[in-house]
């Protein structure tokens, strides 16, 4: 995973496209640098951070165990994000500090009003888990 090459499989499983705005919520000493810079580097902009007056095209969520409330924060990402776009919810993976359990994230994606599609071990420590918006709750 540590490859140029790994690396470069986990952007493309990403399904980023150039130009588009991505917000970054809960960066912190422990996140994937080298990831962030990929991400960067494929969409051709910095991660956008903080409050926003504009619609983002995707949220990448850095959320580890002891973060807070994660129903709260998937909610507060959701005000942010075009109505098509994906929430990625990064975590540790398992065995590194902060690890999520998986039922963790089950639990709360529904209730707030998100479906998990895929997860996938995105960096050497990191597991990306996208969640979109139910059908159902956009009505």
Request: with cysteine; glycine share 8%.
């Amino acid at each position: 995973m540590n490859s140029p090459q790994g690396l470069a499989v986990s952007i493309e499983r990403l399904g980023l496209v150039p130009g588009e705005l991505i917000l970054e919520v809960g960066y912190d000493s422990d996140c994937d640098d080298q990831l962030r810079h990929a991400i960067e580097a494929k969409i051709g902009s910095n991660l956008l951070s903080g409050h926003l007056d504009e619609v983002v095209d995707a949220v990448f969520v850095w959320w580890r165990e002891g973060d807070g409330d994660l129903v709260d924060d998937l909610v507060d990402a959701l005000t942010y994000l075009s109505e098509n776009g994906p929430i990625w919810l990064l975590t540790p993976k398992v065995g590194i500090a902060g690890h999520v359990e998986p039922s963790d994230i089950q639990d709360s994606a529904p209730t707030a009003g998100l479906t998990q599609t895929v997860s996938f071990l995105v960096a050497p420590n990191w597991t990306a888990t996208k969640l979109v918006a139910r059908k159902s709750a956009k009505r």
